[in-house]
């Protein structure tokens, strides 16, 4: 079981970046699947989370800027990231669970984690 994630970047204030997340060795679309990013001295915190019905959550500090999808013939999951912001800035982090409506954020809920990617957001 292996999650790539992949698309960060350096962007400026206001700019976009699209995230992947794609899965080799299952299928992404049997699973829920989060975001979560890690910023410097920060604890690891839940932007956004999609269900296998496409239900989707995120935090409050991302609601109305970010997207996430999901497409399942390509077995990959999208976090489209705009007007981002500089406290945007983290290592971005996608995971593979099933949690409870209550807990998607709770990392503690995820199987498998791909490896990261940084976002860089400059003011």
């Known amino acids: 079981v292996q999650l790539q994630a992949s698309g960060g970047g350096l962007v400026q204030a206001g700019g976009s970046l699209r995230l992947s997340c794609a899965a080799s060795?299952?299928?992404?679309?049997?699973?829920?699947i989060a975001w979560f990013r890690q910023a410097p001295g920060r604890e690891r915190e839940g932007v956004s989370y999609?269900?296998?019905?496409?239900?989707?959550y995120y935090a409050d500090s991302v609601k109305g800027r970010f997207t996430i999808s999901r497409d399942n013939a390509k077995n990959t999951v999208y976090l489209q990231m705009n007007n981002l912001k500089p406290e945007d800035t983290a290592v971005y982090y996608c995971?593979?669970?099933?949690?409870?409506?209550?807990?998607?954020?709770?990392?503690?809920?995820?199987?498998?984690w791909g490896q990261g990617t940084l976002v860089t957001v400059s003011s």
């Open positions: 995971a593979v669970g099933r949690p409870v409506t209550s807990a998607v954020f709770a990392s503690s809920m995820y199987y498998y």
């Open positions: 060795a299952f299928r992404l679309g049997d699973y829920g």
């Open positions: 999609i269900r296998s019905g496409h239900s989707t």
